[in-house]
């Protein structure tokens, strides 16, 4: 049964500085890996999604990258802001069926 | 404006009083669901719907209920509450199951007491 893992639970860094946000899943078998933001009180926000053919996607400041044979996932987001912080979701979709499996998180700070 | 809404966006119920939560996309998404969170759980997904009159369960279906009578529309149901089925809801659409982006509506707070 797939399995997605976010480390670290929450993180907090100084504005400006480059970061990068981990998500490894246990099964390679996947159809696709897609990145979320979720602020308070709101809903979730789709940032990233790549296809298990991809190695990376890019979108402004975020890049994702995807390793399926080593199981993991990277989102790096350069000169972080304060407007940044929010809590960061991996999910990964099987290729069997259309189910999303959910990473727990990760909550980013930035610090001004 | 392309979005998913729900309703109610809070609610307060006591165990065992049926209650309905209503899901609505205006994006003519074919793929609808449902997930609950639970904090340190992660999202899971309750139910979710191919398309009209396609509805199955997900992971965690036990006390829920779904109907996709329109396309547009896919309200979850609780029967009969209990405590355990408090969490945060959200519902999602996309335009069809697979590759494509699910789009989430703003969650639903739901307390049983």
């Known amino acids: 049964k797939q399995e997605v893992t976010q480390i670290p639970a929450a993180l907090s860094v100084p504005e400006g500085e480059n970061l990068v946000l981990n998500c490894s899943f246990t099964?390679?078998?996947?159809?696709?890996l897609q990145w979320f933001r979720q602020d308070p009180g709101k809903g979730l926000t789709s940032l990233l999604l790549?296809?298990?053919s991809q190695r990376e996607q890019t979108s402004g400041r975020l890049n994702a990258s995807l390793d399926k044979s080593s199981g993991r996932s990277t989102l790096y987001i350069a000169a972080s802001q304060p407007g940044d912080s929010a809590t960061y979701l991996c999910?990964?979709?099987?290729?069997?069926?259309?189910?999303?499996?959910w990473g727990a998180g990760t909550k980013l700070i930035i610090k001004p | 404006e392309a979005q998913v809404t729900q309703n109610p966006r809070y609610l307060i119920t006591v165990t065992g009083k049926k209650l309905t939560v209503t899901c609505s996309q205006n994006?003519?998404?074919?793929?609808m669901s449902w997930y609950r969170q639970d904090p340190g759980l992660g999202l899971r997904q309750i139910y979710y719907s191919m398309n009209v009159e396609v509805t199955d369960k997900g992971d965690v279906p036990e006390g829920y209920k779904v109907s996709r009578k329109e396309k547009r529309n896919f309200p979850l149901i609780l029967e009969s509450p209990s405590p355990n089925q408090t969490s945060l809801y959200f519902c999602?659409?996309?335009?069809?199951?697979?590759?494509?982006?699910?789009?989430f509506g703003p969650g639903t707070r739901l307390t049983v007491t």
């Open positions: 790549i296809q298990s």
């Open positions: 999602a659409s996309s335009l069809a199951g697979g590759s494509y982006e699910q789009y």
């Open positions: 099964d390679s078998a996947i159809y696709n």
């Open positions: 994006m003519n998404h074919e793929y």
């Open positions: 999910a990964v979709r099987g290729d069997s069926n259309y189910q999303l499996i």
